[in-house]
């Protein structure tokens, strides 16, 4: 029992491991698990701003001699990272809760005495609070341990836990950070020029920002604490200026395997940040600031998503969170305020981010909620105590509502079955010749699983995949030299006059953007002009549905589209061209989300394309064939009126 009182934080975040691993993804999945994993397999260079710690803590448990596959193994470091998130937030909610007294008003108290541990250490004593005067450790470490499961068990949350991403060491060196805040807060040495407290802090906010840089949204909360205990004094600032020093070495030395391995040629080397000024865009994301604080209606629109989905998150737990917003408010004021910081900070923040996924920019934002929803529960026990309603009845209310979260959020989170992404990108590698060429820009569902898919597991790795939106950046054209040598012989000339236009575009200086999009356009008709002799080329749907139609793609004069399964061809005959069966298999999952609803509509579309094209050249038992593969697979696709009479019976 000591052990377990010792130790109930560990096995809150083993607990919490344990149900992350019934909902884990088994291999890649969509939008950036792909390249992430690759990046980490391969010491590669990561979208903006980079992830330097996040690649090197990968690529070093990917090195562990483990017997899965490196996607699979990756995906339960996000699992691992999230359970010991959820370690650290519970062990928080303890501290909170032994030191309620010192959180009870939000006057600046530390400074006020000398001898601060010795007025601390009367308060305790003195303190009539229900917390300390009453409820026992096994009580604490009750709420503490439900508090964190609440949180383990939140969607968005939990959704970290199921796959690569970035956001699951984030969450974990989140609330490191906050860890160090209580722990810096709550050890106030006035008598010494720095406190170790605070330097560990400013080492732990170095390592957020090494990760992701939405740690940012932790330092409006950090000053209130920080002046709050500390004052405006001469002290204060010099420690400041100690803690800054420190952040910035680490940062610094961090950061500086961004330049040392884009310089060696990694395979994805995203933004070559081999120079100051490529350093600096790539950290700070510059390509990405487009969509910040971009219009009122957008942020408006966010918000409204935000609030909508709010009780998604925890279920009927939500109701005790806004209790616990009042209690905090009552029984530890200085919490309130703080979690009241961060919360609208991140949310302010946040909602001014226009982009379609925006759910894990909100996660310090639920964090927050479930620091309330301690509080809540810390209610519950006392209202508990209050009308001599025993324990046990509350802790039972609680693992009910648990439960109801677990079913309630489970099938949306849960990706153990999820092959859909492999599945597609494998058929689309499998259904072109050697040495193809492949042109899309489906990064979520093509191209980014690519990456890990040939590069890591060496799957058709003869197969050219470009991105046509990345064509648009500079470094792009020095990974596709790495990678394909052969591919821009022809055009080098164009490639080198597109770079210098687009240079002063990536500064944000007057460029010309009518010279850019015409190079631009010249560049994707020349990629097809001068490899078409060596390399057959496909043409992926959604360019043809979009580009080609407006106009913005155009194939060489005398070539031609032939739906081609998957893809579509470029030929220059207008006899008929064969292509392969579909025997392909790809497994969609039976609660489908907005991508492989997405996904479904490109693959149904391709068929039906193909079917069609069968039909043209009287081929009816092909046409049938293709017909009855997307009856049979793509269950939401709406087949044509014209081609129902093509279903077997």
Known sequence: MSFIKRYFFVLNGFLAFIFYLFTIAPGVVQIDSGELAT???TLSIAHPTGYPLYTLLGYLFSKIPLPFTKIFQLNILAALYCAIAISIFSYCSKIILDNISQFRTAERGPIKSKNKKDKRNKAKKSSTNITESVFSDNVKILISSFSGLFLALSKTFWMQSTSVEVYSLHIFLINLIILFLLKAFLNFENDKALSKYWMIFALTLALGFSNHMTT???LPG??????NQNGFSKRSFKQIAFMFLLFILVLILMYSYLPIRASQ?????????TDLERIIRHITGKQYQVWLFSSTEAASKQFAYFLSNLPSEFFIYTIIILLGIFTSFTDAKKI??????????TVLYSINYDINDIDSYFLLAYISLAFW???GIYKLFKLSYQYKIKNVYTILVLTIILASQFGFNYSNVNQKGNYLYEDYTKAVLNSV????IVFTYQWDYLVSPSYYIQ???NFRKDVTVIDKELLRRSWYFNQLNTNYPFLLNGIKKDVNYFIEALQPFERSEKFNSNLLENLYRKIMTGLVSTNIYNHEYYIAPELVENEMKRGEFQLPKGYSLVPHLLLFKVVNSDEYVEAPLPNFKIKFPDKKEKYALALENIIGSMLINRAMYELKFNKTDLAKMYVNKVAAECKDYTLPQQLQNLINN
């Open 39 to 41: 990046v980490q397999c």
């Open 216 to 218: 940012l949204l932790i």
């Open 222 to 227: 950090t000053a209130y604490f920080y002046f």
């Open 265 to 273: 040629n990694p395979i994805l080397n995203w933004g070559d940040p």
């Open 336 to 345: 309130f305020v703080f979690l009241m910081i961060t919360f609208s900070s």
């Open 373 to 375: 929803g301690m509080f």
């Open 433 to 436: 010749p050697q040495n193809s």
């Open 455 to 457: 590069y890591v597991e």
